[in-house]
């Protein structure tokens, strides 16, 4: 079965600079969810989508911005990167409108910022 | 805004044994309440979830418990085996699906031979 696709898988850039992060949901879920897990750390929500309209937004930073495309795929935009954003970004998908329909996780993409 | 704690953050069992993880949570509009596993370097994956409407849910080995009431909810995985080795995260929504959940700070669970 289709997963959850993210790109890249690691990426590492230097302070200050910018990144992007992709994400594919599972055909058919109408709804994205960005995750930021640090190191040890459980998964902290930071924003989330529903037909390309942004549903929710949690803790995610000023200098973070996302937005879903008409192919539903979405993408995290990160600039003036710090120490601290070093960590695993989850994309996650789910079909909002859908009965018991659970959060499928992508792989994640590994940012380290040096 | 909800908050959700763990316990306990490491658990160690033997082989055959069962495991308990218990979490609870703070808003008493939550009704729908995933758990996670996640092995190292790896995304969570889902492995049973439970909504406010019910009290017990069983799959096999894992079974989820929730007091509505205590504002409280329990993994229990019976005869425990090597590959159940991984950090269980807890979590809970309010909107009675996936969307915004708040997580627990984790359990890493280590099954021993």
């Known amino acids: 079965a289709a997963g959850v696709i993210q790109s890249p898988r690691h990426l590492i850039k230097e302070k200050r600079e910018t990144a992007t992060l992709k994400c594919y949901p599972i055909?058919?879920?109408?709804?994205v969810y960005w995750y930021q897990q640090g190191p040890g750390q459980d998964p902290q929500f930071l924003i989330s989508?529903?037909?390309?309209?942004?549903?929710d937004k949690g803790s995610i930073p000023d200098r973070f911005s996302a937005q879903q495309f008409s192919d539903y795929h979405s993408e995290l935009n990160m600039s003036s990167l710090e120490l601290g954003d070093s960590a695993l970004y989850f994309c996650?998908?789910?079909?909002?409108?859908?009965?018991?329909?659970?959060?499928?996780f992508g792989n994640g993409t590994r940012l380290t910022v040096t | 805004g909800e908050n959700v704690e763990q316990h306990p953050s490491t658990l160690s069992v033997q082989e055959g044994d069962s495991a308990v993880i218990k979490c609870t949570y703070s808003?008493?509009?939550?009704?729908?309440f995933p758990w996670y596993k996640q092995e190292l370097g790896k995304r969570p994956q889902l492995i049973i979830d439970i909504r406010s409407n019910v009290g017990e849910k069983k799959d096999q080995r894992i079974a989820v418990t929730l007091n509505k009431t205590a504002k409280h909810f329990s993994l229990h995985i019976t005869e425990t085996q090597p590959e159940d080795s991984a950090v269980y995260f807890c979590a809970a929504s309010n909107t009675g699906t996936a969307s915004k959940l708040t997580f627990g700070t984790g359990t890493r669970l280590q099954v021993t031979l």
């Open positions: 808003d008493s509009a939550s009704n729908y």
């Open positions: 996650a998908s789910s079909l909002e409108t859908g009965i018991n329909s659970p959060l499928h």
């Open positions: 989508f529903y037909e390309k309209m942004q549903s």
């Open positions: 055909p058919r879920h109408d709804t």
